[in-house]
């Protein structure tokens, strides 16, 4: 691969594996990433040595803003906070996909036009599927609700 690179471009072959040949519009990237790696290893490096060291109780803290916390982290939460997440994380990664489809209307045309048609209508169907399983529902079903009503009125009687 590295030979078909070099060709193209006109660079004489290297010499030794060591003598790699690399476009000049490439140096300045190069330079860039070496300051950045430069100034990231200075910065850590910095903190390590210049930066205090506590010992004591309120070390092991978490730190909740100046309250004192009361009572413990691990809390039980509801699935449906993780199933909303996937749902959002899922139909976010799709509005990626057609930011993208966006950019490149020109060079699809009519086919890319209908394959996005085709990629929405997917997304509609996978949106009516979780509505109709109850995924978006947070409060009772309407059947819960039907027999906690009923429940009440024969209570009432």
Known sequence: MFRLWYKEYGYPHPSSPFEVAIPMTL???AVYTGLVLIMVGTVIALSHFLGERHTGAARDEPYESGILPTGSARLRVSNKFYLVALLFVLFDLEAVFIFAWAVAVPELGWVGYFGLLFFIGLLVVGLIYEWRQGALDWG?????????????RSSKQ
């Open 27 to 29: 140096w300045p990237l």
């Open 140 to 152: 009772r079903t309407r059947r819960a609700k039907e027999r906690a009503d009923a429940a009440r």
